[in-house]
Each structure stands twice: as C-alpha cells, then as structure tokens.
Nanobody, 120 residues
Framework: EVQLVESGGGLVQPGGSLRLSCAAS????????MSWVRQAPGKGLEWVST????????YYSDSVKGRFTISRDNAKNTLYLQMNSLKTEDTAVYFC?????????????RGQGTQVTVSS
C-alpha cells in the first residue's frame, strides 16, 4: 500500500522559509517521478514542482520558480520542498504526490497534506 506522509508545515511570516518533507513507503520510491501540489482555500489543486527519478531533473511552476527547491533522497525514501521568500499567496495545504504534473487531476496517490500559512 502506497503511503505518503508530509510534515514541516506551519505559520511563517512573509519572506520566511520552510522545508517540507514527505516520507514514502509501500513502493520503490527511487523509480518514480514525484511532485508537490498545493490547494489554497476555496481553490483546486495547483501543481508546484516535479522531480524525475534517476537523474532528478526538476520542474517548477512559474509562481514558485527561483524561490522553491524540490529534492529527493532515495536512500531515505523522502521527498523535500525547500520554500524560501514565502509570500501570502503561498498559503495552502501542500501534498506530495506519486506522479507528475497531471496529479492535479486527483488520480495520483498523495498524502494527507501539511498546512502552510504565510501571514504577518
């Protein structure tokens, strides 16, 4: 059974940083493309970032490019999202997902999410 458990969310002031983690189990993590998606209050899922398996090529949405960094540690079966220069519009529940950008369609396995609130 695929399990994805996110952690690291919280309340942070604009301009601050957070590092999200996602512990994966139930599948061979290193073989799969992984993504972060988010859902702001009252809105649908939004793709944030994707990292490929193997050579770990990364992709970012325009809204987070240059501020967020996705990474993975296949030995620890863990996905990360380093978020810097946070803005109020980054407030959302963040999910890690087993798959690519098409995970915003809801078909991918994902965790329960971790809340990120950016507010002064």
């Amino acid at each position: 059974e695929v399990q994805l458990v996110e952690s690291g969310g919280g309340l942070v002031q604009p301009g601050g940083s957070l590092r999200l983690s996602c512990a994966a189990s139930g599948f061979t993590f290193g073989l799969y493309i992984m993504s972060w998606v988010r859902q702001a209050p009252g809105k649908g899922l939004e793709w944030v970032s994707t990292i490929t398996s193997g050579n770990s090529i990364t992709y970012y949405s325009d809204s987070v490019k240059g501020r967020f960094t996705i990474s993975r540690d296949n030995a620890k079966n863990t996905l990360y999202l380093q978020m810097n220069s946070l803005k109020t519009e980054d407030t959302a529940v963040y999910f890690c997902a087993k798959g690519g950008a098409d995970c915003i369609g809801g078909a991918c396995a994902r965790g329960q999410g971790t809340q990120v609130t950016v507010s002064s």
